[in-house]
């Protein structure tokens, strides 16, 4: 992070800090905020982030972390809020893509060393892969999350995974694809480089 970034954050937590947030108000509606602001938070974590995908998903995260909220606090300063807010996630963002880059990097020279070792290292490979695992599926949704572990780990049915989600066999088979799909995306866009299959 830069100098600036840093600098930017610890300004946004001061304001945040010092009662942007007014107790006592009625809340503003969520919808409300979305469309007041979401189209000037998408354009400047766009500018920030230089890349309108990215932007767009974490405007996105920002927005569906308040619905988490159990009451939306009314808000002298909306825009501060949010750009704290969408800065906690992208450090949180940061920070978790940093941890699998380092796993990955661990894993090739694990993989480098596994042809000359023996079995202990090859029960580390499986190991260092059970984590990178669990460390993607908890970015998914818990049902998916959940509805992966029991299928690939406990060996469940889709009608036993359905029973215990409390949902259909058909949802359980959407969570399984969106799982996988999530892993193998994550996998393959965060490779260090030199990785890839290009």
């Known amino acids: 992070m830069t100098a600036f970034a840093i600098a930017t954050i610890s300004h946004l937590r001061i304001i945040f800090v010092r009662g ?4 006592g108000q ?3 509606s969520l919808s409300e905020l979305y ?3 979401h189209g000037w938070l998408f354009g400047w974590l766009r500018k920030k982030l230089g890349c309108p995908d ?11 972390k308040l619905l988490g909220l159990d009451t939306l606090p009314t808000l ?3 825009r501060a809020y949010l750009l704290v807010a969408a800065n906690r996630l992208l450090i949180n963002q ?6 699998e880059e380092e796993t990955l990097r661990s894993m090739v020279v694990l ?4 042809t000359q070792q023996g079995p202990e290292q ?8 059970g984590k990178v695992l669990l460390l993607l599926l908890e970015e998914l949704d818990e049902k998916p999350r959940k509805a992966f572990l029991m299928a690939r780990v406990d060996g469940c049915s889709y009608a036993e995974i359905a029973r215990h989600l409390q949902v259909s066999e058909s949802s359980v088979k959407q969570y399984l694809a969106k799982s996988l799909a999530h892993c193998h995306a994550r996998l393959f866009d965060t490779l260090p480089e030199g990785l890839s299959d290009d």
């Open 20 to 23: 942007f947030v007014v107790p």
């Open 26 to 28: 009625s809340a503003s």
């Open 35 to 37: 469309r007041g602001h």
């Open 54 to 64: 990215n932007a767009a998903d974490l405007a996105h995260d920002t927005f569906v």
């Open 76 to 78: 002298q300063e909306p």
């Open 94 to 99: 940061y920070h978790r893509r940093r941890v």
């Open 111 to 114: 993989l480098d060393q596994q």
């Open 122 to 129: 090859i029960i580390a490979v499986r190991q260092l892969l």
